[in-house]
């Protein structure tokens, strides 16, 4: 019996430690798996609730500053008087980003504009106007409405609504029953939504001109005669001055909002130079000096740019002859 | 013991396999790390990252802005793992089938006839029609796939917690 047995209960033996190995190896790599995914959630955890510290979780509710309208069409939002540093916000409601940082630091904007510690200048743009529609028509509309709102004093209320209502980059949006909708939201009276709802239809025909015959044509020609390169590089202002002199005509767009919101973008391009240049939406710019993403695009970021900026001086002028002029020269 | 005879195989590669593979799978964990840990850096802040990721136009807005905040941070997370070499199989698998979900993302984008930035490395949201480039970052991701997928494979790897531990010697 002896050496038969004793072989079999080595093999069992053996049999039994292996199963113990296996047994001891599953377990740690379940243990190291138990461990990594900890380590991810730690990181994911940790991380998200760094990074979402500085949000506000309810949004600025105070009295808003006195909003000046000014003669490019812009709005300035101060205290009256206040030195300050002059935070620009270049922004197109078509813009994805632009909304981001609408939703992101709109607040910071305007309790810093409510405390006294900057001068916000909104300046609306339209750096879609050449994109094909919807994308170029809605920019337009949402721009000509904003400017719309602006005579009746709630920009910077309609220009919250704009953001929070984009459409979908090429869905056909702000629409002109919308638009109107929005107005009476923001706190227009009745009255001056009657001058409101008509100018807004108005700046849809024109919107609607300039995107859908206007400016193909015009692309078309100048295509032809100029090049598609050199059409390439030239801005939008540029190009209707050249249509001016080739044979198209655009003094429907002369008084119009439309108009007035293409004149903006076209100013942007030289305004500042090198560094500062103007690349896209959104920009800010503090004291004429344009911001980096990471500092524009969190919280943290514009809050210390503001407070480390010096006062600065608005560049435009208030439109009309009030003379009130929040910085005084 | 039983691999004492190693040195006296002649110098076929299956027999060369052995010896290279932990250091193929080495740089692979380095070079997956190093991708994750670019696109994550590159992808603040997160306000740019929700952008593009709402850009694919795939999510409700809340669980986009969720996507943009965390993503970044799972990326740096799989490639910490991956630098120092811990639960190396899995970290691999979960990177390719991570690379897996964002080509479907891609492939979708494009099926629908979107013109969008696919914002792997910051960036992202809507380019000219012209200047997507569906089909780079495509390539580039199954390039990452197969990365991942060669450390699930072949875990085992020197400098590695694992080792330390007694998994994939």
Not at chain 2, 128 to 157: H, K, N, V
Request: with cysteine; hydrophobic share 45%.
């Amino acid at each position: 019996m002896g050496s038969e047995a004793r072989k079999r209960s080595r093999e069992r033996l053996k049999e039994q430690r292996a199963k113990e190995k296996r047994a001891a190896q599953r377990k740690k790599t379940l243990l190291v798996v138990g461990v990594a995914a900890i380590v991810v959630v730690l990181i994911v955890g940790v991380g998200y609730a760094v990074l979402t510290a500085d949000r506000r979780d309810s949004g600025f509710e105070g009295a808003l500053p006195p909003q000046v309208l000014q003669e490019d069409g812009s709005v300035v939002l101060a205290e009256e008087g206040v030195e300050a540093p002059v935070v620009e916000v270049y922004a197109d409601y078509q813009c994805p980003a632009c909304r981001q940082f609408e939703l992101l630091n709109g607040d910071t904007l305007k309790e810093s504009a409510a405390e006294g510690e900057a001068i916000v200048h909104y300046r609306p743009v339209s750096i879609f106007a050449q994109q094909p529609a919807p994308i170029s028509s809605n920019s337009l509309r949402a721009g000509a409405a904003a400017r719309a709102a602006a005579d009746a004093g709630v920009f910077v209320q309609y220009n919250d609504l704009l953001f929070e209502n984009q459409p979908a980059e090429g869905q056909e949006g702000f629409t002109v029953a919308e638009l109107q909708e929005w107005f009476r939201e923001a706190g227009g009276t009745e009255e001056e939504a009657e001058t409101f709802d008509a100018r807004v239809e108005e700046e849809a025909e024109v919107v609607e001109r300039f995107t859908q015959d206007y400016l193909p044509a015009l692309t078309e020609s100048a295509a032809e005669e100029i090049g598609e390169d050199t059409l390439g590089t030239m801005v939008l202002s540029d190009l209707i001055s050249w249509g001016a002199d080739h044979g198209h005509d655009p003094s429907f767009l002369e008084g119009t909002y439309t108009g007035e919101i293409i004149d903006a973008t076209g100013t942007i391009y030289t305004r500042y130079s090198g560094d500062n240049m103007f690349r896209g939406t959104p920009a800010v710019y503090i004291n004429g000096e344009l911001l980096s993403n990471d500092t524009a695009m969190t919280v943290r970021g514009l809050t210390q740019a503001i407070a480390e900026a010096d006062a600065g001086e608005v560049q435009t002028e208030p439109l009309g002859d009030g003379g009130e002029a929040d910085t005084s020269q | 013991m039983d691999t004492a005879d190693d040195t006296t195989a002649p110098p076929a590669s299956p027999t060369r396999w052995p010896a290279v593979q932990p250091w193929i799978t080495l740089a692979c964990r380095l070079g997956l790390a190093g991708v994750l840990l670019y696109a994550a850096v590159s992808k603040y802040p997160p306000a740019l990252s929700i952008q593009a990721v709402e850009a694919y136009d795939l999510f409700p807005v809340e669980i986009a802005e969720l996507i943009g905040y965390t993503l970044p941070l799972f990326e740096i997370a799989l490639a910490l793992l991956l630098l120092v070499g811990l639960a190396t199989r899995f970290t691999g698998a979960v990177s390719a089938l991570l690379m897996i979900a964002f080509i479907a993302g891609i492939v979708s984008a494009m099926a629908r006839g979107l013109s969008i930035d696919c914002g792997c490395f910051g960036g992202g949201g809507q380019v000219d029609p012209g200047e997507t480039s569906y089909g780079l970052s495509i390539a580039r991701d199954i390039g990452f796939a197969a990365l991942g997928a060669f450390i699930a494979i072949w875990p085992r790897s020197p400098f590695a917690v694992d080792r330390a531990l007694g998994l994939f010697r």
